[in-house]
């Protein structure tokens, strides 16, 4: 519905022209737009294409679009219906005829692939820089309670005790892996559409290798049809989001609830929770719900572009205009939430005594009573149904371990000895030094590696 109407005799309707338009939303693709089509008069100047007095005139003009559209001067229009529309009518408003000739070897459809392509390396290099500030947030608070004991669980129940550093650099770990997809999805972005044409290549002769260089590409795109119909890039990205998403999710439940009276195992800062409406003791942990609640935001935001995709034919289809506003609010979604996830973990204040007792409740310590009957020589399936037993027993009595005495141990194996007294919580963390355990020892290697990881 674009207000070059050509062979049409009717006027777009009016809602069909509304339903139609982009610009309320690709208006944040001007740098973009203005980026490649400076790039694209230069390049038609220097093959010849345009004269270099022409190209000069286009791109003063375009940068001073760009400074209108900044300073807030140039607004969108009714009748044009995107970004690029109303970047080429005021190109032409202001400096003439020669304006029109800046289209010339471009199609709309290589000129959009090229602006998303340009936004999404910004926004990868932006989420880079936000997982790894997400990072460091971690390794502070692992530092800062290097020696803080928690539970470690399985299925919510409690499990065996670990370092809160271990827990924590687990997380590390998954924006680790995240990092590295993004990283890799960079690599397939990173490829020049332009000067594709509509779909067929362009009947000029061009200089992509000119264009690549100037944009800043490090590949350029080997089949016109594909260059402009593939959002595979943008799928990746949202793909890559998804999985970040996630992992923030996991951790935002961790917190809410381990802020909860129930666990009492952190404080969140002022900064980051919210009161009731109603109740006035309540804090409630809203941020860390809210990157919650999100994360089905940005799947939607995976699944409706999937969707989009699965049934268009070659090459550029209108379709493909939706793939915008669910791509603009994955990655504005996913860094927000990096960035106000990393200052709520910056400030939680972490209560080593609650975590310290609960890690010694529970009989979180028979994993490591069965181990000590193995070293004494029996079979770990029979050592765990000793133990299995004694748990039960000391269920019925109302006894932790550390109540029992050394004749009760003795009831369910002579293995037991004086030395079972000294199974703790300490030992059992020291015992845990496979390479990527939970010992002390290994917690500080891998805290180290983490912080070289960092300076990397």
Partial sequence: MSHIRGRFQKAADKSAAAFSASVSFDWRLYPHDIAGSIAHARMLAKQGIISQREAKTITNGLIEIGQEI?????????????????????L????????????????????????MRLFAKEAITDTLLGLK???????????????VIIPGYTHLQRAQPVLLAHHLLAYFEMLQRD???????????????????????????????????????????RNSMDAVSDRDFLIEYEAAASICMMHLSRLAEEMILW???????IELDDAYTTGSSIMPQKKNPDIA?????????????????????????????????????????CVDTLLASLEV??????????????TKLAAGQGYILATDLADYLVKKGE??????????????????????????????????????????????????????????????????????????????
């Fill in 341 to 354: 996830f990393a200052g709520m973990i910056s400030t939680a204040r972490i209560k080593a005594e609650n």
């Fill in 289 to 329: 719900e809210l990157v919650r609640g999100k994360t089905g935001r940005v799947y939607g935001n995976l699944m409706a572009l999937l969707t989009t995709m699965k049934g268009l034919p070659l090459s550029y289809n209108r379709d493909l205009q939706e793939d915008k506003e669910g791509f603009f609010d």
């Fill in 70 to 90: 900044e300073q807030g001067k140039l607004q969108p229009k009714a009748g044009l219906e995107d970004i690029h529309m109303t970047i080429e009518a005021r």
């Fill in 379 to 456: 079979a770990f399936r029979t050592a765990h149904d000793i133990v299995a037993r004694l748990v039960s027993y000391a269920i019925e009595k109302g006894k932790n371990f550390s109540d029992l005495k050394l004749t009760e141990y003795k009831k369910f194996s002579p293995l037991f000895g004086d030395d079972v007294l000294s199974v703790t919580v300490e030992s059992s963390l020291a015992a845990r030094s496979s390479l990527g355990g939970s010992s002390p020892k290994r917690v500080t290697a891998a805290l180290a590696k983490a912080k070289k990881t960092m300076s990397l």
């Fill in 179 to 221: 990092i590295d997809r993004f990283i890799d999805c960079l690599e397939r972005t990173d490829v020049l559409p332009l000067g594709s044409g509509a779909l067929a290549g362009v009947a000029y002769d061009t200089d992509r290798e000119f264009l690549a260089q100037e944009l800043g590409f490090s590949q350029i795109s």
């Fill in 92 to 115: 032409i408003e202001k400096v003439g005829e020669v304006g029109g000739k800046l289209h010339t070897a471009r199609s709309r459809n290589d000129q959009v692939a090229l602006d």
């Fill in 259 to 265: 802020s909860s009276a129930e666990f009492n195992f």
């Fill in 133 to 147: 500030k997400f990072q460091q947030a971690l390794i502070s608070l692992a530092e800062a309670n290097r020696k």
